[in-house]
């Protein structure tokens, strides 16, 4: 498919979103996503995950069950997400050393991520890696370039002018990772189920958007600040399919997010 970058309309903008699902999955997998104690527990109320060969031992969800039958991600409590308290380098800052607040980063980051503009994006890479990553970076970036060649667009660039996107996170599921070396809580891997909406020349609703993608990170406490990194991807798992109404899904540890205020 060859994609012009002064003709792109809403309806090619959804066959982007289409023909880039697997790549963008791939861009930055690093694992999944579990809460687990860190300098500050904010996780009171909060679903947890059960515990695997690579996460903490965690609780199981508060409240299994309901007068409505068995408990699910849209009935259970949700996470309401720490607020940033500040925007640099195009990625929001300021997240507490708790589990939520590494839930947060990885919101706010993919929420914000120029996943199709090899350039900001690289900046905004640069601005969240972590130092024990150092190819992190050229990697991703790499992968953008050959995501926009295969779809027609020049290997360096932004996305067309007439045509924009919007990423919102709707649920999440962590983990925490066990580094050796390193205390409990301050790695975690990060799934994130998310829809994609693109708008056209003319604006209005995107009647096919891409909805319940899955990506995931592993967040690690560094520096005063959660830093995304793949070091530690062979310590991640794989959740169950996130469903709004399943009972495996929660049980697995899925919780819908709420964006503070």
């Excluded at 963008?24 to 679903?47: C, I």
């Excluded at 031992?57 to 991600?73: D, E, K, L, N, Y």
């Excluded at 990170?217 to 062979?234: I, N, P, S």
Aim: aromatic content about 8%.
């Amino acid at each position: 498919m060859t994609v012009s970058t002064n003709g792109l309309n809403a309806r090619k903008a959804r066959l982007v979103l289409a023909a880039i699902v697997v790549a963008v999955a791939a861009l930055l997998v690093v694992g999944g996503f579990a809460a687990a104690t860190l300098m500050h527990d904010d996780t009171k109320g909060m679903p947890q995950a059960q515990a695997s060969a690579s996460a903490s031992v965690s609780p199981a969800p508060v409240g299994s069950t309901s007068s409505g039958g068995p408990m699910t991600p849209e009935k259970g409590k949700k996470i309401t997400l720490s607020a940033p308290t500040g925007h640099k380098d195009g990625v929001a800052t300021g997240f507490p050393a708790s589990p939520v607040g590494g839930i947060s980063a990885a919101v706010y980051f993919w929420e914000e991520y120029a996943w199709l503009d090899d350039e900001k994006a690289a900046q905004q890479l640069t601005a969240v890696a972590s130092k024990g990553a150092p190819g992190y970076v050229d990697k991703n970036v790499s992968e953008i370039r050959k995501m926009r060649e295969a779809l027609g667009l020049p290997p360096s660039g932004g996305i067309p002018a007439d045509v924009s996107f919007t990423t919102a996170v709707t649920a999440a599921r962590a983990k925490s990772l066990k580094v050796p070396g390193l205390p409990v809580g301050e790695v975690m891997q990060v799934w994130l189920s998310y829809d994609r909406f693109a708008t056209g020349p003319k604006g209005g609703p995107d009647h096919d958007p891409l909805r319940g993608a899955t990506i995931a990170f592993v967040v690690k406490w560094e520096d005063g600040a959660w830093r995304f990194t793949d070091q530690y991807d062979a310590l991640g798992d794989f959740p169950v399919a996130y469903e709004p109404t399943s009972r495996f899904a929660w049980t697995d540890g899925w919780a819908q997010v709420l964006h503070a205020g």
